[in-house]
């Protein structure tokens, strides 16, 4: 079953913008993982964080975690039309299976020219 | 260095055909997953290998789907009977053993069954 939850499930901005996207997930977790997909491709990893991190960043990309709230969220900045795209979290679970990431349904982004 | 390599990209066929997706990991990595992605349910994990070995076909839906890894570099997927209900993108990735590793995706495979 799908873990994750993307919030919002699509968002539309004009380049330049900032995007913001939120992750929920249900159990324990080793680390989270931020996955691009563009049309028609498989996913692309972004970034990860682990459990003891609060947050990263890595370009344009920051990524915060909460692990009291079981949260996670992805902030593009000064957004460009090529981010456009599917952005999908996914959780390394803890302990026995650990390897297997569990994603979410994904955030669509459009980048409006 | 070549990605995840899957094939083919697209498969058209009819209902209760068996259907044969491919994939060759990245060299290297000990870890290969397959996945379906669906409108409906998301991206699903069917199945894992470790080493060649799976781990966990528990995502596996019925007895109908089955895979193998008879080595390092090459994976199968099979269907068979294929059914309306399989359509769906079906992903392979792989992976270097460790629990904060990311996985690498190939492109896919776009399965219509008709």
């Known amino acids: 079953s799908q873990q994750g939850e993307e919030d919002p499930q699509a968002l539309s901005i004009q380049e330049g913008e900032n995007a913001t996207m939120n992750c929920s997930y249900k159990?324990?977790?080793?680390?989270l993982q931020w996955y691009r997909q563009n049309s028609g491709r498989g996913l692309v990893h972004l970034i990860l964080?682990?459990?003891?991190?609060r947050e990263k960043h890595s370009g344009r990309l920051r990524v915060t975690l909460d692990t009291s709230k079981k949260s996670s969220s992805l902030l593009i900045t000064a957004s460009r039309a090529a981010d456009t795209a599917s952005y999908f979290c996914a959780s390394g679970g803890s302990g026995a299976g650990s390897y297997q990431l569990t994603f979410g349904k994904g955030t669509k982004l459009s980048v409006i020219p | 260095d070549a990605g995840v390599i899957q094939s083919p990209r697209h498969e058209v066929t009819e209902m209760g055909q068996e259907v044969t997706l491919r994939c060759k990991p990245i060299?290297?990595?000990?870890?290969l997953f397959w996945y379906r992605q669906t409108m409906m349910r998301g991206l699903e994990l069917l199945i894992y290998f470790n080493n060649n070995v799976p781990i966990d076909d528990s995502g596996m839906p019925e007895d109908r789907f089955s895979a193998k890894m008879p080595n390092a570099s090459f994976s199968t997927l099979k269907i068979q009977p294929s059914e309306p209900r399989d359509s769906a993108v079906y992903f392979c990735a792989s992976g270097t053993q460790g629990m904060n590793q990311p996985q690498h995706f190939g492109d896919g495979t776009r399965l219509s069954i008709l």
């Open positions: 159990t324990s977790i080793n680390n």
């Open positions: 060299s290297g990595h000990d870890y």
């Open positions: 964080i682990r459990s003891n991190e």
